[in-house]
């Protein structure tokens, strides 16, 4: 990807460019801390997040301890606001001069296309896209990200669940397996990977039935619950609620939901989409083709991990991804290869 002239505003002559942010299980101890030391804008996000929050967000992410950041009561806020601070220094590097306004250093709608022409993001990248779009403030989404990793987890706590990545095995084999036992498809992340999520038990004898079919791997995940399963349904409408009190915008840039993967800027049907995720499926392999199909074949990996990256490059060899995590990523970007 070219330099910072390629991706300014009303350059219609520009490549396209998609961003995209992680789900959970991208964090790791240490996330953001580089950022935080030596870019204001990332600083400004931490430490506001660390107001809204009610505690140390910025210990847990650059200190740990590690099974506390893994739990799903704080990966959630922490992936977001990692995210969001590596987003802010990005647009403010691009940008040249200090983003927002003073009190509230964080780019504003206007400059929210500034970084590319389309967000989405894998489960709980979904919000976080939404606050890079502009469709949501920043202090709503970090606000409602604290409240739905709090709920998943409490709903985690009422039944043991388990997710289990079927590997080279077609989703339709895995679909008819899940409705014959109970459990679920989950997430459709890339060809010959299907997530499925439910009940421990019946989701251990579904991995054992896949593999009987012809899987050629069944892999446990590291998660605490059964997430996109009918095992959130606690959690489903406790989040409505939370999102009552929550404006959302249209977005400034195209914006690709989980749930249909279908761009989509209409506020009623995004709050839907974001409510209904909880207990059903993300299209992410499906998203990401759609995205190519509106023309977007470059993309940045905002925040932590790089696990977007290796499911892109499994839909689609073609396509571009550049992740972002530290000051000299953003700055070999922004200047590009002729400097």
């Given at each position: 990807m070219g330099g910072v002239g390629d991706k300014m505003v009303g350059d219609t002559g520009r490549r396209k460019t998609g961003l995209l942010f992680p789900g959970q299980g991208s964090q790791s101890v240490g996330m953001g801390k580089e950022l935080y030391e030596n870019q204001p804008a990332a600083r400004w996000v931490y430490d506001k997040a660390e107001e809204i929050l009610g505690f140390d967000i910025k210990k847990?992410?650059?200190?740990?301890?590690?099974?506390?950041?893994?739990?799903?009561?704080?990966?959630?806020?922490?992936?977001?606001?990692?995210?969001?601070?590596?987003?802010?220094?990005?647009?403010?590097?691009?940008?040249?001069?200090?983003?927002?306004?003073?009190?509230?250093?964080?780019?504003?709608?206007?400059?929210?296309?500034?970084?590319?022409?389309?967000?989405?993001?894998?489960?709980?990248?979904?919000?976080?896209?939404?606050?890079?779009?502009?469709?949501?403030?920043?202090?709503d989404g970090l606000r409602f990200v604290q409240h739905r990793g709090r709920l998943m987890d409490e709903a985690s706590k009422k039944e043991e669940g388990k997710m289990a990545s079927?590997?080279?095995?077609?989703?339709?084999?895995?679909?008819?397996?899940?409705?014959?036992?109970?459990?679920?498809?989950?997430?459709?992340?890339?060809?010959?990977?299907?997530?499925?999520?439910g009940p421990a038990t019946i989701v251990e004898l579904a991995s054992d039935l896949a593999s009987n079919a012809g899987a050629r791997r069944t892999i446990m995940l590291k998660v605490s619950g059964a997430f996109h399963s009918d095992l959130m349904l606690p959690a489903k409408e406790k989040l409505r609620s939370v999102l009552e009190d929550i404006e959302i915008r249209e977005p400034a840039v195209d914006f690709i939901s989980n749930i249909d993967a279908e761009v989509t800027l209409d506020p009623g049907k995004?709050?839907?989409?974001?409510?209904?995720?909880?207990?059903?499926?993300?299209?992410?392999?499906?998203?990401?083709?759609?995205?190519?199909?509106?023309?977007?074949?470059?993309?940045?990996?905002?925040?932590?991990?790089n696990v977007l990256k290796g499911l892109l490059k499994k839909i689609d060899t073609g396509l571009k991804v550049t992740t972002l995590h530290t000051s000299e990523d953003i700055n070999s970007f922004v200047r590009g290869p002729e400097e």
């Open positions: 847990l992410c650059f200190e740990g301890p590690e099974d506390e950041l893994n739990t799903t009561l704080y990966s959630q806020p922490a992936i977001f606001v990692t995210s969001i601070a590596t987003l802010n220094a990005l647009i403010e590097r691009i940008k040249g001069s200090p983003v927002g306004q003073e009190g509230c250093e964080i780019f504003s709608r206007e400059e929210a296309a500034i970084a590319g022409d389309l967000a989405m993001g894998l489960s709980l990248g979904e919000p976080t896209s939404l606050v890079a779009s502009g469709a949501m403030k920043f202090d079927i590997i080279g095995l077609e989703p339709g084999k895995v679909e008819e397996i899940c409705n014959g036992v109970g459990c679920q498809v989950a997430n459709l992340n890339c060809p010959g990977q299907v997530v499925i999520s995004i709050k839907e989409n974001l409510v209904n995720q909880l207990n059903n499926r993300t299209l992410w392999e499906a998203s990401v083709r759609k995205a190519s199909e509106n023309g977007i074949r470059e993309y940045l990996e905002i925040g932590p991990g």
